[in-house]
């Protein structure tokens, strides 16, 4: 689902800087990280005693493209001003793609990012996917997290939603698109065909076709590797949780009240592994809730990335 935040004003005064093509070659396909692309969303004024940057990491079929907006406003929002970047996972967006995909290998991704980056700390946000691979990097990489926010998923269960997942990657793989089309009515095209193989959910339909993309011979293409991601679906589903590792930062959890992805009776749990965490739920907001409610979002989010740790 993309963000349409037209209830936002956004300040223009703004640098976004992007990384859409990736400089490492995965020749091999062994099971090393692979160079991330991103975008970075930086001020014009100078960054007070250069707080750590916040990394977002978007869920399954989505890119660092979804979360533009929101990135302009916690650049904007964030006490002190803090560096915003934005990854496309490997598989996805601009970013690589590998046969092999699991959460340890995106913790793994994440890891070599910060290095080649010369970080030594961040804050990290993931939604879905990208929450659990966020859980498992903190888990993995304590001294890496400034601050963990994991935006709608849990460590301990998997929503039902999961099994809909070979549906509709291999409802994107049937789709038929002529080469002579504009990628616009390209998508009006796959669009159809979606809606008529009964994917009746427009905003899902939408958010899927924004993978479509136009290849220079002007067939057409998913920016996502939907092969990889099916073979590893497995993978995308059970989250690697070690019985005893616990992360001791502050985390944040926020769920939406009509989702099922973190489910209450998962709290006990999650406070043993994270128990320096706080879970909120926004009202009436479902799995896209950063999309669904951004102000409520933004909201819960700025308080806990702008409060100060105490030493």
Known sequence: MTLLLR????????NINKRPFCTRQNKDFSLEPVNLAYATYEGTLTLENNPHPLIIMHGLFGSKSNWNTLCKVFQQKTNPQRKIIAVDARNHGDSPHDPHHSYELLALDLKDFLENLGLEKASILGHSMGGRAAMLFALKYPKLVEKLIVVDISPISTSPDISLMPVYM???QSLN??????????RLAA???LNESGMKDKGLRAFLLTNLIQKQDGSFDWRINLQALLMNLDNIKRFPYEKGTTFEGPTLFIGGTASDYIRRSDIPEIKKIFPNSDIQYIEGAGH?????????FLQIS???????LTS
Do not use: C, G, Y
Not at 7 to 14: A, D, E, I, R
Not at 288 to 296: F, G, R
Not at 302 to 308: D, K, M, S
């Open 177 to 186: 698109i002529p080469s002579n089309l504009t990628l616009s009515r390209a």
């Open 288 to 296: 896209w809730l950063h999309s669904e409610k951004p102000t409520e």
């Open 302 to 308: 700025l308080e806990f990335l702008n409060r100060q």
């Open 7 to 14: 209830s936002l004003k956004v300040p223009k005064l703004l």
């Open 191 to 193: 669009d159809l065909q």
């Open 170 to 172: 291999r409802a994107l």
